[in-house]
């Protein structure tokens, strides 16, 4: 039997279920990576199954996210995450090493494996030939104590890459095309396998980008076979031990296939607010930029840095615009500084900021009202960048470097000839600032400061649901809408009940109150609902606030599992149109959920205000519809231990 690539790394960690597209399948995790934002959650619920050590191959908990300290708290969070680290058998990756996805490909990634992240741009990895995947820290901290990571077995779609790419153009716009042409949900679903003549010439960096954005697809993974060029990059980092031939048969089936000739690209830009509003850079050329943002998981690597180096050497920053430049890992940063790049960038007026997350998550450097932002970032949803009103706009590192010099969105074809930078042949690997755990981790304090607050709980659910819609929303809402970043408030990811006066704080600023006059209820929402981050806070806070269901169009993946893990009911209306009829301060009643759920039949939900019925079905499993009932995960591995 032929088998794509996802069928031959599913299969060999398959421990439940069929490849059957769209049924449950249970893997086996080899490698997990938690951020600070998520980990400390991660941590308290691993904490919460009760296990002394991870049963992973490896687990890695990065900071990279929550750098600014502005008070006591991140510190605080740091400080647990390395103790609690070294208690149970993890690697801790200190504040300045750099981005998870981006340390994890340098320093831990290897074809074959299966990795979970507590982050939704996890399959970064997939640029190596592994099959990585984001989810809710609930499910990473299930994984890391050994038990079978579940999800709906993807369709495997092939995108064929053909040509090579011209001058300028970038990997960053490979992605970008498929946004363009597939849309933010386009991936939902489906796992996009990358094959044909094109991608011999694309190197692991350049393949990460593109697995990295996959994300903005909603696809559950993106990954390339491993093959020379994954040899090439691991031996440069090396771990030429790691490597290991992997490909799909000749004659696999897809789902579908989707050919890009990479020699008709051009540059490419994402105009706010969606990642997939994607036009040519000409056709917005000259458009005033205020901003320019350099980094990211998507594109911080040695060798984008090293080309936004080459393109500013010898010039400076235009008057109007201020030029952040994160590194994505300590590795890229100390590589530029001893090449001299990092002299070009600082000369050229680059502001340089700590190897993290920085401006991509709202840590600092918001723009100014009404600013027009340009990123090579992967994110432009409105408000996620900390000015409610300003633009943000998405392309390759080349195209920000050409526009910080210009002042205005550029074609970076108008300069001239363009930089040729190679992947280095040997990387500086210098891992003193990865802390491997103790043999004996017993005795390992775990450190709480004052901002770690004990996990909220709750009940089985009730049979029948009763309550007021709390809120109605549009299609393709973020969980970055659901429960907003920035600094102000990721440093109370670990503290529940200060987290929730902020939920949906960018659509309704009264929803925490209402929530809590009314003691819980329904949101209605489109479709969609819960694109983007993986962020289980967008979840675990509806529910602390008493969110007994979300009734929607469609859902994103992540979200959808993360909904069912905290005990919400995640419906989807049968008759789309039944969600236009449905106001806010209506009430719904849902009777005998538990018949409803296991019987598989659609649920009949009352709208009790307006006197009509309506259908809602519940796509889980099995499993997922015990993990419910009992009122989440944690609930249900209590009952079953
Ligand atoms: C993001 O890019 O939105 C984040 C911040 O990395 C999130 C995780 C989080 O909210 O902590 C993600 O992508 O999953
Ligand atoms: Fe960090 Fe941004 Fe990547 Fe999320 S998308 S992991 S915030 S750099």
Not at 312 to 331: I, N, W
Not at 378 to 390: E, M, Y
Request: proline share 6%.
């Amino acid at each position: 039997m032929t088998r794509t690539l996802v069928e031959k790394i599913i299969g060999e960690h398959l421990v439940e279920g069929q490849m059957l597209p769209g049924s449950e399948i249970g893997l086996r995790i080899d490698q997990t990576l938690t951020q600070d934002a998520t980990g400390t959650m991660t941590y308290l619920q691993f904490e919460a199954i009760g296990m002394d050590r991870v049963r992973t191959e490896l687990s890695v908990s990065y900071v990279d996210h929550n750098m600014l300290q502005t008070d006591f708290r991140n510190a605080d969070d740091h400080r647990y995450l390395q103790t609690v680290a070294a208690r149970h058998g993890i690697h801790f990756s200190r504040p300045g090493n750099g981005i998870c996805h981006q340390v994890h490909l340098e320093r831990f990634g290897a074809p074959g494996k299966t990795l979970l992240g507590a982050d939704s741009h996890t399959p970064t990895g997939g640029g190596l030939g592994m099959l990585a995947i984001g989810s809710g820290g609930l499910d990473v901290a299930v994984a890391m104590a050994g038990r079978p990571y579940y999800l709906p077995m993807p369709e495997v779609v092939l995108v064929r890459l053909l040509g090579q790419m011209s001058p300028w153009v970038s990997a960053k716009d490979v992605i970008l095309e498929l946004l363009r042409r597939l849309s933010v949900k386009g991936g939902v679903g489906r796992v996009f396998e990358y094959g044909g003549p094109g991608i011999a010439s694309l190197s692991v960096p350049q393949r990460a980008t593109i697995t990295n954005m996959g994300a903005e697809l909603g696809a559950t993974s993106s990954l390339f076979p491993s093959d020379e060029q994954t040899l090439l990059f691991l031996r440069a980092q090396g771990r030429e031990q790691d490597w290991r031939s992997l490909a799909a048969d000749d004659g696999a089936g897809y789902a579908e296939t989707i050919e890009i000739d990479l020699s008709a690209l051009e540059p490419l830009v994402a105009v706010p607010h969606m990642p997939d509003r994607v036009v040519p850079v000409r056709e917005v050329a000259g458009t005033p930029i205020d901003q320019v943002c350099i980094g990211s998981c998507t594109n911080s690597s040695v060798v984008d840095l090293e080309s936004v180096a080459a393109i500013l050497e010898g010039q400076v920053v235009a008057p109007g615009v201020s030029l952040t430049v994160s590194p994505g890992s300590r590795q890229a940063l100390a590589m530029i500084a001893r090449s001299g790049a990092l002299h070009a960038l600082i000369s050229a007026g680059a502001r340089l900021l700590d190897a993290g997350c920085g401006p991509c998550i709202g840590m600092g450097q918001s723009p100014a009202s009404g600013a027009a932002s340009l990123r090579s970032f992967n994110r432009n949803f409105r408000g996620r960048s900390g000015t409610a009103d300003a633009g943000i706009y998405l392309a390759s590192a080349e195209v920000c470097a050409a526009s910080a010099i210009t002042g205005v969105l550029t074609d970076p074809r108008t300069l001239g000839e363009a930089p040729r930078i190679e992947m280095p042949a040997a990387f500086t690997v210098d891992d003193r600032l990865i802390i491997a755990p103790p043999e004996n981790n017993a005795s390992v304090e775990v450190v709480r400061g004052p901002n770690i607050k004990p996990l909220p709980t709750r009940d089985v659910l009730d049979d029948t649901l009763q309550g007021e819609v709390l809120l109605v929303t549009g299609d393709n809402i973020t969980t970055d809408d659901i429960m907003p970043a920035g600094s102000q408030v990721l440093p109370f990811r670990s503290n529940i009940p200060a987290m929730s006066q902020y939920v949906f704080g960018t659509i309704d600023k009264s929803f925490p109150e209402r929530a809590r006059a009314a003691g819980g209820g329904f949101v209605i929402g489109g479709e969609n609902y819960g694109q983007g981050s993986s962020r289980e806070h967008a979840a675990l806070v509806p529910m602390y606030l008493g969110v007994q269901a979300v009734i929607a169009k469609s859902f994103a993946r992540i979200h959808h599992a993360n909904l069912a893990n905290v005990g919400i009911v995640p419906l989807t209306f049968v008759d789309a149109a039944d969600a236009s009829r449905i106001e806010q301060d209506d009430l719904l009643r849902i009777a005998g959920l538990g018949d409803a759920l296991r019987s598989g039949r659609p649920v009949v939900v009352e709208n009790v205000t307006k006197g009509w019925v309506f259908r809602a079905r519940a796509d889980l499993s099995p499993r997922q519809i015990d993990v419910l009932l009992a009122g989440g995960m944690l609930n249900h591995i209590k009952i079953n231990s």
